[in-house]
């Protein structure tokens, strides 16, 4: 058995196992367009008797949270032949990949589960909801008059991505895109339609990406900057009342449209989305932008059955201006210097802390719900210096 990369020649193996795991089929003409695209480099698999069994997909990533670029390693695409199930193909590639990941710094890792207690089991957990509108056309928000303007079939990545990247950085876990990105991942059919709004002076404030079929609008992404823009973009959509019958969209879970409705009844589904793990806690906290207040200290002892590295006993101290000096002990110390005003300790595993850090619930719910033990001074410590944040999504990979 051999765990290593894939090499150009294997693209047909590869799509092989991923057309019969997932369950899709491309044509020959299909694959012939997407393998110059195919980077063997981000692909790990399992070989028996030079054979692939099993596969991981890796890509090197960047996502925002609280406002921080990091580095972050994409999991997709795990799959394995029916034959060769149970036999612990993927746990070795997420291990693998774990290891990768740590050495290569990329500090926290997401992924798409096909089942989220499998997932669990190697450290990962849920950090994102999603909220889903489905809005009849009747209920849709009142058409106002706009400053600005909107212009339609603007595909100019650049421009896009200046406006999604302000959005994105107000989230945690959002997308750091590339112009690959965008052109195969996001603007990758032709069928999608785009409008950007301009404010008064000519600025791009908001945009929208859509698809009108069947007397539907579907909306991938509605991204806007301020109230001005969200407001023309919402005049947009309802001046297709003529053409369609109802809208659907996704929207971040703290989104508050139905409170800014005339007539809130519409229909609204949260649905769990990606999950999240830190890959080496010391090198996520220290980057961690806390929120700035009085020099403190928590000692937090994580449990990390599957990355190693992560295991003990964490010394956190918070300063002034919200960034950690984090450094790992064998053992609590029994008393801290005289200019630090408190120090508490908790312990949890690498999911909670992960969930905690991504913002998706608050230090007080997970002490409440026993996920975090301990002092509680801890917990309020951490209460009042992580900054809430919205975690939200708005890719697939």
Known sequence: ME?????AKEFELRMELSMYAFQYRKSAEELEEIK???????????????????????????????????????????????EKRRQGFVDQLLRHALQLMNESGQSVSFLHPFYFPFYRKYGWELYIDYKTYTIPTALLPAK???DGQIKRGIKNIELLNT??????????????????????SVLDSESIQTAVYYDASGEARGYILYEVKARKMEIDELVYLD???????????????SMINEVTLKA????????????????QQITPYFMARIVNVQQFLEQYPFTPGAVQVVTITVHDSVAGWNEGIWEVLI???????????SELPEGVQQDIQQYSSIQTDIQTLTAMLMGYHRPSELYRWERLTGKSEAVDILESRIPRTTPYLMDFF
């Open 319 to 329: 300063n002034e201006s919200g960034q950690a000096q984090v450094s790992q002990r």
């Open 144 to 146: 106002v008059q706009s």
């Open 252 to 267: 971040p879970v703290d989104d508050g449209l139905s409170y800014l409705l005339r007539d809130p009844r519409i229909q």
């Open 3 to 7: 765990i290593r990369q894939l090499t």
């Open 163 to 184: 406006i999604y990247d302000a959005y994105a950085a107000q989230y945690n876990g959002t997308l750091i895109r590339t112009e690959e990105w965008w052109t195969y």
């Open 227 to 241: 109230e001005s823009s969200r407001q023309a973009l919402w005049t947009y959509i309802a001046n297709h009342d």
């Open 36 to 82: 110059p695209r195919f980077k063997p480099d981000t692909v790990w698999g399992v070989f028996e008797d030079g054979e692939l069994s099993a596969q991981l997909t890796l890509l090197p990533m960047e996502t925002y949270i609280q406002g921080q670029r990091y580095a972050m390693g994409g999991i997709a695409s795990v799959a394995t032949w029916p």
